[in-house]
């Protein structure tokens, strides 16, 4: 896979910016566990996962870890070069959570490209808009929502029922149990999913990690 | 005052630019108390804070409230223009929290001239990474820090901007600020009194010690 393959507005992009990218972006490795980002200590660039994940969280003083997002594949880590943007206060760590290939784009360079072409800042825009959206949902969810306390009760007293840890039922079944609305619960269970929990396929969800789910009740 | 003397970057637009912004950017007055922008149900633009202050808040559906940031004179807020980013995927709610004379720039106009300007969606890029720092910090003081300390910060924040230590607020107001409920608040106001902080009667609380409220923060 190429660089291009990894830039939705690729053909956006005039010929001369693309050579400097493809001129400057690198090829990474790292191993599961690895540091990749921290706060404001460094500024490696723009991070284009190939294979792998990575996770993007926040460390209290007291040590206490709380997971913003993942990465996927295709997807595109902007806050390991937050210095790019001024505005941008605050710290978070990023790891590969699992072995990671990876693209890096240096920072400096995606920022000279980025002051002088208007279609790589907007995707900037929609690529931190996408980022502001995770963590506005994650507030939500823990200022308001019991939703994972009662989605894992939910899959717990189900596998019970059922006597098998693979459970054959829709999202939308499992909304009107709760009386919630099948994206929310979609997108709760794909946390789960991440969190390593469970695994989803099509009208499938196998149960990995029964007593972590319990420990949430 | 002018509206280019509400864009930083005002001579980084070309003329033509900037033409387009001053003809279509209309004045408006909100009443205190406003609702100005209500999640994804309109897309009102841009708005450019002239005089008062707007509060950014989000709803759960039970109808507690979370005060995301506010927004001062000289200040832009872009989520009232939600619409021009496929990305944000969150409702948020925006409200004149004084009389306020703000400029308006259509949604769509500043879309359209953001798609072939670097310099205003690099501009957009700041506001929003401003947005999203405050945001940060909000999560950590949710996630980390104790009521004692959020509220501390409130009262103090809070005597500041209304220039006064005198303030006329209820405790169901400051517990909707904090996210928290009333009571949780009542208590931790007591406690406060208790310790020669505050005096509370009806309606008002009156800061006693500003500096023993900081050194709590």
Chains 1, 2 share one sequence.
């Not at 937050?82 to 784009?105: G, H, P, R």
């Not at 208007?118 to 929502?145: D, G």
């Not at 189900?158 to 609305?181: F, Y």
Request: aromatic share 8%; charged share 25%; hydrophobic share 45%.
């Amino acid at each position: 896979m190429d660089l291009s393959d990894y830039f939705p507005i690729w053909n956006k992009l005039t010929i001369q910016e693309r050579e400097v990218l493809q001129n400057s972006a690198g090829k990474r490795f790292a191993q599961k566990g690895t540091i990749l980002h921290n706060g404001s200590a460094d500024c490696v660039g723009l991070l284009l996962v190939q294979t792998g994940q990575l996770r993007a969280y926040i460390l209290s003083d007291e040590g206490k870890e709380v997971t913003l997002y993942r990465l996927f594949p295709g997807d595109v880590c902007l806050f390991s070069a937050s210095c790019i943007m001024t505005n941008i206060q605050f710290e978070l760590i990023i790891e590969a959570e699992k072995d990671s290939d990876m693209w890096v784009i240096p920072a400096e360079i995606y920022h000279n490209l980025m002051e002088n072409s208007a279609s790589l800042a907007n995707y900037t825009n929609e690529i931190m808009a996408a980022r502001f959206s995770e963590v506005m949902w994650l507030i939500e969810q823990i200022m308001w929502k019991s939703l994972d306390k009662r989605l894992a009760a939910f899959l717990v007293e189900e596998a019970e029922l059922e006597g098998t840890s693979s459970l054959r039922i829709t999202h939308e079944k499992i909304a009107n149990h709760l009386g919630s609305a099948r994206e929310v619960v979609t997108r709760m269970l794909r946390y789960f999913q991440g969190e390593g929990l469970v695994a989803l396929t099509r009208g499938n969800i196998e149960i990995l990690d029964k007593k972590a789910l319990q420990s949430l009740l």
